[in-house]
């Protein structure tokens, strides 16, 4: 059964996820990274993996490998982030090894996170989609667009729906 995105179920599964985190790992890593970019609008190499690691744990060898350098990872974040073309702001982000969309967004989410939600399996399940074979930009594009509706019909941050799609998916999803 897919998630009621109205406002008490929102804080009601938002509630449940930061309890759930409270006091661990990626409780102090969101607020680094958030901390992060409030003041920069690139990554070094420490925080991007960091980063990277926050959202999938899998693929570390990927986002460590050197072709992920500290001046590539500077240059090709700066350039996503600065960019006013949606398009390249998350194709631009995938050129980095191990950049999934996935990982992607949450390079976009962090960085601007009234404009952008992260886009995991979990959320997307939340709402009731059919997972697609392969993520592209017309599925980015809607996935954005109908989240930031739900946040702003519901009047919550696009951060407090994303942790109530994710944890109404970990208690429900099979």
Request: hydrophobic share 35%; aromatic share 14%.
């Given at each position: 059964?897919?998630?009621?995105?109205?406002r008490?179920?929102?804080?009601k599964?938002?509630?449940?996820?930061?309890?759930?985190?409270?006091?661990?790992?990626d409780?102090?890593?969101?607020?680094?990274?958030?901390?992060?970019?409030s003041?920069?609008?690139?990554?070094?190499?420490?925080?991007?993996?960091?980063?990277?690691?926050?959202?999938?744990k899998?693929?570390?060898?990927?986002?460590?490998?050197?072709?992920?350098?500290?001046?590539?990872?500077?240059?090709?974040?700066?350039?996503?982030?600065?960019?006013?073309?949606?398009?390249?702001?998350?194709?631009?982000?995938r050129?980095?090894?191990?950049?999934?969309w996935?990982?992607?967004?949450?390079?976009?989410?962090?960085?601007?996170?009234?404009?952008?939600?992260?886009?995991?399996?979990?959320?997307?399940?939340?709402?009731?989609?059919?997972?697609?074979?392969?993520?592209?930009?017309?599925?980015?594009?809607?996935?954005?667009?109908?989240?930031?509706?739900?946040?702003?019909?519901?009047?919550?941050?696009?951060?407090?729906?994303?942790k109530?799609?994710?944890?109404?998916?970990?208690?429900?999803?099979?």
């Amino acid at each position: 059964m897919p998630f009621i995105p109205n406002r008490l179920n929102i804080l009601k599964y938002q509630a449940k996820y930061e309890k759930a985190i409270a006091g661990k790992d990626d409780e102090k890593v969101e607020k680094e990274l958030f901390h992060w970019f409030s003041e920069n609008k690139h990554l070094d190499r420490k925080t991007f993996i960091k980063l990277c690691l926050w959202k999938s744990k899998r693929p570390k060898k990927q986002y460590e490998d050197k072709i992920n350098s500290e001046e590539r990872i500077k240059e090709i974040v700066s350039i996503a982030l600065n960019s006013d073309d949606e398009f390249i702001k998350i194709n631009t982000l995938r050129l980095l090894k191990g950049v999934s969309w996935p990982v992607a967004s949450v390079i976009l989410h962090f960085a601007e996170p009234k404009k952008y939600m992260i886009m995991d399996f979990r959320a997307i399940w939340s709402l009731g989609w059919k997972q697609p074979k392969s993520y592209d930009f017309d599925f980015w594009q809607k996935y954005t667009s109908e989240v930031n509706e739900i946040a702003k019909k519901n009047k919550v941050t696009l951060r407090q729906l994303d942790k109530a799609l994710w944890f109404y998916s970990k208690e429900n999803q099979k």
